[in-house]
């Protein structure tokens, strides 16, 4: 929605409010979709995975599975990464169909753009590759989330700058930290690599 | 049961050094623990004992030196055997270390579900059996956040013993606990040694009351070194100044009571009471 007022602002200067569908749509689908809401979940699920896999590691619950043997990238980390592949798509989908609903409120009620336009600009806009960018950055980002929480999680006894309980909190702060840099860093990536 | 699966398992520690990147926590110790026999390694806090019973259970490597189980040397051998290797053994941890995000019954099917292929009638079955052995047949359901320390160990010790283990390891068992769950701690660890006659069963505690209850075979660390490896009776009956100290409260009681500690000058006491008197309102 904000999209929406600044980009009516920023087109009508140039007199081209009639573009608003085409800019939200594409802003969303290509970058703002996938990233924000690779952010989102960074915070949301991304740090409960770090914190849930720290505390087992400082209560020696993963000293138990490996002496039962039992693998725990298999155990606890695939799962986890499988879930983020699955979630991640369908939760930018989401973002994605919200963002350009959020749009044609701002711009067709409180602006008063015609419906049928902006509708149409979002629909000629987005093409397939569009839709492909966006699901390729949202596997990648789960990709990076999962692995850079879980991993931060497991070897929370290696911090050097704390240990115990404050190794978990440390571990959860740079796991989330990370997580968003490197988001940040592979949309350039893959964005380049689209255009 | 083959003849050689059914015999006992004996420790050996040679030359072995332990510790944590550039510290030294134990320094070149060499002993034996017998098979089919409770040892109790005792120790001060900060003496090594978890240190060592990390390195038994395969959990770390050893800055040099060997411990060798039963003829096995257990790091010098390739991965895949030293994992079975590691499976002839249970561990108890402190805090029973078990996984939260399952309940009792489900924790300690684990290693069943795992490893095994037994239809989930039969693991139900065993799980039972387990858990009714260490009293928790009731809290089978229960998350081990809803349970008392207690309680934790134990699910902890059923979880150790559902794969038959010939070697259990235990840290702790009856720290943190109340008299009466000690109590019920040690008399567990008895009956588990009474069924299964053949199994090595390490304790390590600084409980002297439950070493004169179940051990065979004592071990105290001290210093980086063994200070004392033998049996419980060539224990009460050493002449050693150090060991007796050791184990008998009474005489250190009586020794720190006799320490001359400074005290408050009494400009600072004044300073101190009067603020206090301030605060609480008393004038
Ligand atoms: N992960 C670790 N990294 C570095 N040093 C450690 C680590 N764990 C333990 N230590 C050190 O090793 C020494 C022995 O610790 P250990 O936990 O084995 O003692 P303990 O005999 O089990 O004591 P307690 O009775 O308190 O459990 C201690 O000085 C401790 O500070
Ligand atoms: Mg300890």
Redesign the pocket.
């Known amino acids: 929605m904000v999209l929406g007022l600044q980009g009516y602002n920023a087109l009508s200067t140039v007199g081209s409010e009639g573009m608003l569908g085409t800019l939200i749509a594409l802003g969303l689908v290509r970058e703002l979709g996938p990233v924000l809401t690779a952010i989102m979940i960074t915070g949301r699920a991304g740090s409960a995975m770090t914190a849930e896999i720290g505390v087992m590691r400082i209560s020696e619950q993963l000293d138990a599975l490996e002496v039962m043997d039992i693998n725990p990238y298999a155990f606890l980390i695939a799962p986890r990464m499988l879930a983020s592949l699955i979630v991640f798509p369908l939760l930018t989908s989401v973002f994605n169909v919200v963002g350009i609903l959020g749009g044609y409120f701002t711009g067709v009620y409180l602006l008063g753009l015609n419906g049928g336009i902006y509708l149409h600009r979002v629909q000629s806009a987005v093409e397939f590759d569009d839709l492909f960018l966006c699901f390729i950055k949202s596997l990648l980002f789960a990709l990076i989330v999962s692995s850079v929480c879980c991993f931060k999680g497991f070897f929370t ?1 290696m911090r050097t700058d704390s240990a115990g309980p404050e190794a978990v909190s440390k571990a959860t702060t740079s796991a989330v930290v990370l997580s968003c840099i490197l988001i940040l860093v592979f949309d350039y990536v893959a964005t380049t690599f689209f255009i | 049961m083959t003849a050689e699966q059914k015999k006992s398992w004996e420790i050996r520690l040679e030359d072995l050094t332990l510790g ?2 550039d ?1 030294v ?1 134990l320094n070149k110790i060499n002993a034996s623990i017998p098979g089919g026999k409770i040892s109790v390694i005792l ?1 001060s ?8 019973l990390r390195h038994l259970v395969g959990l770390r490597r050893p800055m040099s030196g060997k411990i060798i189980l039963d003829k096995y040397d257990m790091f010098a051998m390739p991965d895949k055997e030293f994992r079975a290797l590691r499976r002839r053994m249970g561990m108890l941890f402190q805090d029973g270390a078990l996984l939260g995000s399952m309940n009792l019954a489900d924790n300690v099917a684990l290693p069943l579900r795992e490893h095994t292929s037994l239809p989930e009638e039969v693991i139900r079955e065993v799980v039972l059996y387990n858990l009714d052995l260490v009293g928790l047949a009731q809290a089978a359901d229960y998350y081990p956040n809803e349970l008392s320390g207690g309680m934790r160990k134990r699910a902890g010790l059923a979880r150790a013993m559902v794969a038959a283990p010939p070697i259990l390891l235990c840290d ?1 068992p009856t720290s943190g606990l109340d008299p009466i769950n000690s109590g019920q701690m040690d008399a567990l660890l008895l009956n588990l040694k009474e069924q299964n006659p053949d199994m090595t069963i390490v304790v ?1 505690s ?1 409980d002297i009351e439950s070493l004169f209850t179940i051990a065979d075979h004592v071990m105290i660390l001290h210093g980086g070194g063994i200070a004392f490896n033998g049996t419980l009776e060539e224990l009460k009956n050493t002449q050693d100044q150090f060991l007796k100290r050791f184990l008998d409260r009474e005489t250190i009681y009586e020794e720190s009571r006799k320490e001359e500690h400074r005290s408050l000058r009494p400009e600072t006491q004044e300073e101190v009471r009067n603020a206090l008197d301030k605060w609480l309102g008393r004038n």
């Open positions: 006894h | 944590y990147e510290k926590v120790g806090s900060g003496g090594g004992k978890s240190t060592l702790e390590v600084h």
